[in-house]
């Protein structure tokens, strides 16, 4: 059978897994009275909740005699060492790009990967059933960014398919009015235009690791695209390390694809993308080849952690009255387990202590690992994300970012001026109609706390995206802290109205009424850049004089919701998230009011 092999990759929410839905619908992988869910490919709770692709994923389709693998990358910039490896597999690219939004920051990232492994790309307009769409304005972005990535000129004649993925439509016109339902002249262009592997099935067998999975039964799954021969279940193998030793397996299990089933398979042949389990502790650039006859391929280069954040044990007041998951064995257990699958991720024991240093891509990254984990009953307590220092030539130097920011034209002066303080460079700033797009080269530390700020800012109208772009000297500048005060517990037991009523005075209040808190837990906001100590669980006192003309209501304002990003943006270094399944708790480090005082006048004085 025909091979080809494909990646979709795209700026996040320009629609992959939406169109993968239709590529599957269109290629009859689907009885006609089976049910599928929209977006079928993310398979993750939060996934499907966020909206978001976290995991890369393959799936099969057979169209017109042709077995068409697609593998579904995730699109936000914390996930982008996947993108890239994912192009170690794959012929061929579907570069997905919104009609309306055009080019956007992960859309430059994920491209420059493809054009690096030199990988063939369609290039697919979608949403072309938005308002106000211009889609020769999309077309021109898209071929000037070909440019100036420096394409290679065979690829700068793409072919171009324009398609409605909630819609299902598509057409090999930009005439909107062409459009047909079904995915056909995006699945003809893709036998037609991407090559098929170069493949030897009589050659010894060769398999790069690309991607890792893991379960409980056969513990790490290697994933990768068969370069050459065949590999059979019960195979004697051997793997080529990445520290140049070799180690012999046998091949426990074979998993192959087809539609969104994974399936255990007897055998395989060059071309065809296999999963691998029998060595527990295989690694990602590693080759899996014939027995004591392996041709080790140049190893995959992987992208650093760049922010870090230490997990510890809950030791709140309240540890253990919601979750189940507790002690240091199961959080380290864990821990260790996501590693296996996960080699973004980087977790290190602190010695004599129960807590640990997990480093990874960025704080969306790290905050689904802690996301997950609440959800399966885990309890536990998460620093502030601290940027990786590295030392390079002598000098010490911290991560940047690329950040662009589309924002409605009246925040524009704000935004800027925040950013101006956050040690942002402005590289280009484009004004249109009614919004500006603004384009800045920032430490990564500026952007630690920058997105709650510039929800409120902007209103929650403006939109933001940053990828990594290397790492630079140190700015001296102290940056990622927090400039305003919280309102801190001073007691334990339930928040009263008649407390609330008071404290809120003060400032913005995160609890309501009837919400246990404790000695040391922020409940609210300050108004002013000091924190203040305030008593929320006060009772009114009561005496038997009844009073005619006082109201027994309280009034209260809606509290501030937080959510586990917000909390993770908003806490400072001397600051904890507490996490359980039920809720997070944002906290001092020193609960005790008069202890941490004391702490705070001696940092003061600069005695600490």
């Given at each position: 059978m025909n091979i080809r092999n494909i990646a979709i990759i795209a700026h996040v929410d320009h629609g992959k897994t939406t169109l993968v839905d239709q590529l599957l619908k269109s290629s009859g992988t689907f009885r006609d009275n089976e049910e599928v869910n929209e977006r079928a490919m993310d398979s993750n709770d939060i996934e499907r909740e966020r909206g978001i692709t976290i995991l890369a994923k393959t799936t099969s389709i057979i169209y017109k005699d042709t077995k068409i693998n697609i593998l579904d990358t995730p699109g936000h910039a914390d996930f982008g060492g996947e993108v890239e490896r994912i192009m170690n597999m794959v012929d061929g690219c579907l570069l997905l790009v919104d009609a309306f939004e055009g080019t956007m920051p992960q859309t430059r990232f994920v491209l420059k990967k493809a054009l690096q492994a030199h990988i063939k790309p369609i290039v697919v307009i979608n949403k072309v059933d938005r308002n106000n769409i211009d889609i020769e304005r999309t077309l021109d972005e898209v071929l000037e960014l070909f440019i100036e990535l420096g394409a290679p000129d065979e690829f700068l004649e793409f072919p171009v398919i324009y398609t409605s993925g909630l819609k299902g439509t598509s057409s090999l016109e930009a005439n909107v009015s062409t459009q047909k339902p079904g995915m056909e002249p995006l699945l003809d262009t893709i036998i037609k235009e991407i090559p098929a592997p170069k493949a030897d099935i009589n050659a010894p067998l060769q398999l790069q690791v690309a991607l890792l999975d893991y379960n409980d039964f056969v513990g790490r799954i290697g994933l990768g695209t068969i370069k050459k021969g065949t590999i059979h279940v019960n195979d004697n193998v051997t793997v080529a390390r990445l520290d140049g030793t070799t180690t012999n397996f046998r091949v426990m299990k074979l998993f192959g694809y087809q539609g969104l089933k994974r399936l255990e398979i007897e055998e395989a042949s060059a071309g065809e993308i296999?999963?691998?389990?029998?060595?527990?502790?295989?690694?990602?650039?590693?080759?899996?080849?014939?027995?004591?006859?392996?041709?080790?391929?140049?190893?995959?280069?992987?992208?650093?952690?760049?922010?870090?954040?230490?997990?510890?044990?809950?030791?709140?007041?309240?540890?253990?009255?919601?979750?189940?998951?507790?002690?240091?064995?199961?959080?380290?257990e864990r821990l260790f387990r996501e590693t296996q699958k996960d080699v973004a991720l980087k977790v290190e024991r602190i010695p004599n202590k129960e807590s640990w240093v997990v480093s990874g891509r960025g704080e969306l990254h790290l905050s689904i690992l802690i996301e997950n984990m609440r959800r399966e009953g885990f309890e536990l307590e998460v620093s502030k994300p601290q940027v990786i220092i590295k030392e390079i030539d002598g000098e010490r130097c911290e991560p940047y970012e690329d950040l662009l920011i589309d924002v409605p034209n009246e925040y524009v002066g704000d935004i800027m001026m925040s950013l101006g303080n956050r040690n942002a460079e402005l590289v280009n700033m484009d004004a249109r109609e009614t919004v500006t797009i603004l384009q800045y080269v920032i430490p990564s530390r500026g952007l630690l706390g920058f997105m709650t700020n510039f929800m409120t800012l902007t209103k929650g109208y403006g939109i933001i995206s940053h990828t990594y772009k290397e790492y630079r000297p140190v700015s001296g500048a102290s940056l990622g802290e927090r400039q305003i005060g919280v309102l801190v517990a001073t007691e334990t037991g339930q928040a009263t109205p008649y407390a609330i009523e008071h404290v809120e005075e003060r400032g913005t209040m995160f609890i309501e009424p009837g919400v246990m808190v404790y000695e040391g837990m922020i409940i609210g906001e300050n108004r002013y850049d000091i924190d203040l100590a305030v008593n929320c669980v006060l009772k009114k006192n009561l005496t038997n004089v009844r009073s005619a003309t006082k109201d027994n209501t309280v009034v209260l304002k809606t509290p501030r919701k937080m959510s586990l990003e917000a909390c993770l943006d908003y806490i400072n270094s001397d600051e904890l998230v507490e996490i359980t399944p039920s809720t997070y708790r944002m906290r001092k480090k020193i609960l005790n009011t008069a202890e941490r005082k004391k702490y705070d006048s001696h940092v003061r004085r600069g005695e600490i």
């Open positions: 296999v999963a691998v389990a029998g060595l527990t502790d295989i690694n990602v650039g590693e080759t899996i080849g014939a027995f004591n006859n392996v041709d080790p391929l140049p190893p995959i280069r992987l992208d650093e952690p760049t922010l870090q954040m230490t997990f510890g044990t809950n030791s709140s007041p309240l540890s253990g009255q919601d979750g189940k998951l507790l002690t240091a064995r199961k959080i380290e």
